[in-house]
């Protein structure tokens, strides 16, 4: 599941189940647990994120 994670952020857990084997309530408990740390921050394997625009000047004109 991490890996799928690495390569894209938005693998649904419907993906995640299927590719694993597991039910997607196992893979939901599994990362709300071990990804997001049970809801401790200090646990979470996400340390930080960034939003990458795939459209130069999406939201800002290029100049």
């Excluded at 419907?14 to 590719?19: E, G, K, R, Y």
């Excluded at 408990?29 to 625009?53: N, R, T």
Aim: aromatic letters at 6%; hydrophobic letters at 45%.
């Amino acid at each position: 599941m991490l890996t799928m994670l690495k390569r894209s952020a938005a693998t649904s857990p419907s993906a995640m189940a299927a590719a694993t084997g597991l039910s997607v309530d196992e893979v939901l408990v599994h990362l709300k647990q071990h990804v997001l740390g049970g809801g401790e921050p200090a646990k979470s394997m996400i340390l930080k994120y960034y939003v990458d625009f795939l459209e130069p000047g999406l939201f800002a004109p290029d100049r």
